[in-house]
């Protein structure tokens, strides 16, 4: 009886709102939201952290009309926008790779990624996985959790919208993937226009040199081993967005 006295109305919306919430995250988390894991699986984690964070939500005006489904929607894009903000930095991981492959002469070595279900070229597929493994060791989902923890007191459930400042930082973030990706690929690419303009001088002084034979290989070699020395820093500084995107997210959403 007291089980049924506790499905108040209250009680059941607060739970709705808050499950909308993290299923929003779930479909952008780069985490979570991993295609190869099944979505009753999905549907099972959020379940379960509904029922963990459902003590610290809290509701101030209870609508049971047709304004719980704009409260519902609203709660859904405040998952996907926050899920989003952590995707485009792998997205810039994935940009600086897609770079890399087509100076190494990789883009038509594409398989299909397991977590978009899309062709990716393989060195976009290693760094992000990469990438992800670096997220993790650094307990950047339980930051996540814990910015859903917060949020929770900061922002009541139904009452986000998504305010200019938080569109902007979003415009500005899609540009940074291709900058900063570009960035990120840049001594490869360096390093390939070196060796083009060096394998340009012999072929002018040695019309003998094959360059289709010797010089692609040594282009690739030479790629690969630019790529190992600068792996570890462009993971670092992955790291140092993925903490920056995680400081403006409480700027932004806890206004």
Do not use: C
Not at 17 to 36: Q, W, Y
Not at 60 to 68: G, T
Not at 238 to 246: D, E, M, R, S
């Amino acid at each position: 009886m007291e089980f049924v006295n506790y499905l108040g109305d209250k009680n059941v919306v607060t739970f709705m709102l808050l499950f909308a919430r993290l299923s929003g995250l779930v479909v952008f988390f780069p985490f979570f939201s991993h295609n190869v894991i099944p979505m009753v699986i999905k549907t099972t984690i959020v379940f379960f952290l509904t029922m963990f964070l459902f003590p610290f939500a809290k509701l101030e005006a209870l609508h049971l009309d047709s304004f719980f489904i704009l409260q519902i929607l609203s709660e859904v894009i405040f998952g996907m926008i926050a899920g989003l903000m952590l995707q485009i930095i792998f997205a810039i991981i994935m940009m600086a790779g897609e770079q890399i492959a087509f100076t190494m002469g990789f883009t038509m070595a594409s398989v299909i990624d397991p977590s978009s279900g899309t062709n990716m070229p393989i060195t976009s597929q290693i760094l992000h996985l990469l990438a992800l493994l670096f997220f993790l060791a650094f307990d950047g989902h339980h930051l996540m959790l814990l910015f859903l923890k917060y949020s929770l007191g900061s922002i009541t459930l139904g009452g986000f919208y998504p305010h200019e400042n938080l569109l902007t930082y979003l415009n500005q973030g899609i540009l940074n993937i291709f900058i900063i990706g570009f960035t990120m690929s840049f001594p490869i690419l360096a390093i390939s226009l070196l060796s083009d303009v060096i394998f340009g001088l012999l072929m002018k002084t040695m019309p003998q040199f094959n360059l289709l034979v010797i010089g692609y290989p040594i282009k690739i070699a030479l790629g690969f081993i630019v790529l190992i020395a600068i792996l570890l820093v462009m993971m670092q500084y992955f790291k140092q967005l993925i903490i920056q995107v995680f400081s403006n997210m409480q700027t932004l959403f806890f206004v």
